[in-house]
């Protein structure tokens, strides 16, 4: 992540490589910036559109050495939300690969909307450079923000970005070096240096404490399961969120193969694991007054000599006993053993993450993730996910869909019919969670993108953190 830091030195005199100015949506371009730089939008046809980004040399009287220009999409900064905000100067500096240093203005915004800028423009400069050979562009280096008389609240921002970022990492990673052992051994390192206890159950731990969800998905892989619990507990702590993410570390769908096209970015279906864990990290890191509990169910799900088979009966570790009818239903599966602990732990409010079905992607697309759940906790994630800025849409639980999930030879089966399979598969995560304030948060489509917008470039996208770490933050008084 860029070094970012706030200084009081005017937008036109500023040493940077490149100056970031905003632009207004207008019939004549309205840069909020040095005058200079208003004859040069006018000369290209910026329009401040949102995503407009354009790059010209800097004009006379400007000390960098060019300027960026990138559209707000509103026609006056009072109407710019903080997302408008995140979303235009992110796309700025994702631009910006390989330049050793940038400055970011906001003439006449607020605190609170500089904030936000810096928060934007730093999850812009993220790239994942880890495997490739030679000498690659590497993120923008360096982040001034522009903020004269402005005390803008960087250090919460450099926080969150580095949870998001976290995220993407860890998501990005590929499978063949990120495997539940290794996850496992990467939360240990990354709590290392905070007040969090860290607990790793390996295979046989797992198979001795019951959680047969876990253990039959991860039966078909070389390389055993793992269950990942992390707890921040700070003294005086007066609410308690658990959290659970399932952490697929690579899903070929075991037995009931997926199709080979696009299977290669089942690399991802670990996002809510990483979520889970990143969103803790920061609650810590920010000294909040909420104790947060994390599960990270991992495992491989391979077609291997072991693997579980369509027909199987697993008990879970509720002892409740499922049908596995298709084995490419299998995060709902290790995501039920964890839920059953987390539960167990009595917090006052539990979410669980999850790439976790393509019919939230039919029914979503691919930009909006869906919240379900019990309706306080199903609101609270809503409210939190309008102020991070993230979009999410709540899906019912229809009664009528429940009967679907019944057994023939055990008490459930582990996918309903094919119609509203979301929501099956949130109504089968139900039977887990008992009489407790729980959300389910289906970010299957929004996880990973196939195209750039905003400050999120192609791959990894670490949405839902900023919504999972809201919640927390809310939790407080």
């Known amino acids: ?97 390989g330049v050793a240093s940038a400055a970011i203005a906001l003439p006449g915004g607020t605190a609170e909307q500089l904030a936000a800028a810096a928060e934007g423009a730093l999850l812009g400069a993220y790239a994942f450079i880890a495997h490739k050979s030679g000498e690659p562009k590497g993120p923008l280096g360096a982040i001034q923000v522009l903020g004269e008389g402005i005390d803008a609240d960087l250090e919460r921002s450099r926080i969150v970005v580095d949870a998001v970022n976290l ?6 990673t590929p499978p063949n070096l990120l495997f539940p052992a ?120 391979l077609p291997g000599g072991g693997a579980q088979r369509p027909g199987d009966v697993v008990t879970m570790r509720n002892g409740k006993t499922v049908e596995v009818l298709n084995t490419d239903a299998e995060g709902r599966m290790v995501m039920a053993d964890a839920l059953v602990d987390a539960v167990a732990d009595g917090p006052d409010l539990v979410m669980d993450v999850a790439t976790l079905t393509g019919a939230a992607i039919v029914a979503l697309g691919k930009r909006t993730a869906a919240v379900m759940g019990t309706e306080d906790a199903r609101s609270t994630v809503l409210a939190a996910a309008e102020t991070a800025g993230e979009p999410f849409w709540p899906l019912p639980f229809p009664a009528e869909l429940r ?51 905003g400050y999120m470039g192609k791959g990894a996208t670490g949405m839902s953190v900023r919504t999972v770490l809201q919640v927390i933050e809310d939790q407080v008084g």
């Open 1 to 97: 992540m860029p070094d970012i830091n706030l200084t009081s030195v005017s937008p036109d005199a500023v040493d940077a490589d490149v100056l970031i100015l905003p632009v207004l949506k207008a019939e004549e371009p309205v840069v909020l910036g040095p005058e200079a730089a208003a004859g040069a939008a006018a000369a290209i046809g910026a329009s401040g559109a949102a995503d407009e980004v354009s790059r010209i040399p800097a004009p006379a009287r400007i000390a960098a050495s060019s300027v960026v220009l990138t559209g707000l999409g509103v026609a006056a900064l009072e109407d710019a939300s903080a997302e408008d905000l995140r979303r235009a100067f992110g796309a700025a500096t994702r631009s910006l690969a």
């Open 167 to 172: 995220t993407r990492d860890l998501v990005n």
């Open 182 to 301: 290794e996850f496992a051994r990467r939360a240990q390192e990354a709590a290392a240096d905070l007040p969090v206890e860290v607990t790793v159950l390996d295979e046989k731990q797992l198979a001795d404490g019951g959680y047969g969800g876990i253990v039959g998905v991860g039966q078909g892989s070389s390389r055993p399961p793992r269950l990942v619990r992390l707890d921040y507990a700070p003294a005086g702590a007066e609410r308690h969120v658990a959290l659970v993410g399932k952490g697929i570390t690579f899903d070929s769908g075991g037995i009931s193969l997926k199709p080979g096209p696009g299977m290669e970015e089942m690399t991802s279906d670990m996002t809510g694991a990483a979520t889970v864990l990143s969103a803790l990290l920061a609650a810590a890191r920010l000294e909040l007054p909420v104790r947060v509990t994390s599960y990270l169910a991992l495992a491989e799900n």
């Open 403 to 453: 009967a679907d999930l019944d057994g023939r030879i055990s008490d459930l089966k582990n996918i309903g019919d094919r119609w509203g399979g979301a929501l099956t598969a949130g109504i089968f995560l139900q039977e887990f969670v008992g009489e407790a304030a729980w959300a389910h948060l289906d970010i299957a489509g929004p996880s990973f993108a196939s195209s750039a917008l």
